[in-house]
């Protein structure tokens, strides 16, 4: 789904419409306040979550996990011809506990679209190299099978931050509001 697609579908059902497709995904919302954009700036910036490896606070965060298992076979003795990816993924958003007069709920609304639909493209990305990281475990040894599996999700976590730079953490995607 494109940026575009997804600030649209956001826009009218919701953030969680975003992340239609990825499986395993878990939104968390804090409670944002203030009845003018200043205010409201303001309460976003005292609640906003931190990026836990960087300190970095964050409107949203996107935190996902891949995890693998394998079971041995009589052919197969390590099992990594059996080898499954699992995926799950925790969004926190923001929402605006107060009402607000219809221009600001509408640059609110903008901002959650984009917003949503940054954090998506993270979502989106780690679910689909799932597949790098199966990949990685079935060319690999029983011995190097974890390595491998952790060298992938470390390509795939600089590739988030690469992202994170290249978009200012989604400003450079409409997810400003001020």
Same mark, same amino acid.
């Given at each position: 789904? %494109? ?19 990825? *499986? ?5 919302? &804090?409670?944002?306040?203030? %009845?003018?954009? $200043? $205010? ?32 041995? %076979? ?19 958003? *923001? ?6 007069? *219809? ?7 903008? &901002? ?14 780690? &679910? ?16 190097? $099978? ?33």
């Amino acid at each position: 789904m %494109s940026l575009v697609a997804a600030m649209l579908v956001v826009a009218t059902a919701g953030p969680a419409a975003a992340f239609a497709g990825v *499986p395993n995904v878990t939104i968390v919302r &804090y409670p944002v306040e203030g %009845s003018d954009p $200043a $205010a409201i700036r303001a309460s976003l910036d005292a609640r906003r979550p931190t990026v836990p490896d960087t300190g970095v606070r964050v409107d949203a965060l996107t935190r996902w996990d891949i995890g693998w298992r394998w079971r041995g %076979s009589r052919a197969d003795r390590c099992g990594l011809s059996n080898a499954v990816v699992g995926f799950s993924a925790t969004v926190q958003l *923001p929402r605006l506990a107060t009402a607000v007069a *219809p221009d600001v709920k509408a640059r609110w609304d903008a &901002y959650l679209a984009a917003l949503a639909a940054h954090e998506a493209r993270h979502a989106r990305a780690a &679910y689909a190299a799932r597949t790098e990281v199966l990949a990685a475990l079935r060319g690999a040894t029983c011995a190097t $099978a974890n390595a491998a599996g952790e060298a992938v999700l470390a390509t795939i976590r600089a590739r988030d931050a690469a992202v994170d730079r290249a978009t200012d953490h989604g400003r450079t995607e409409g997810a400003v509001f001020e």
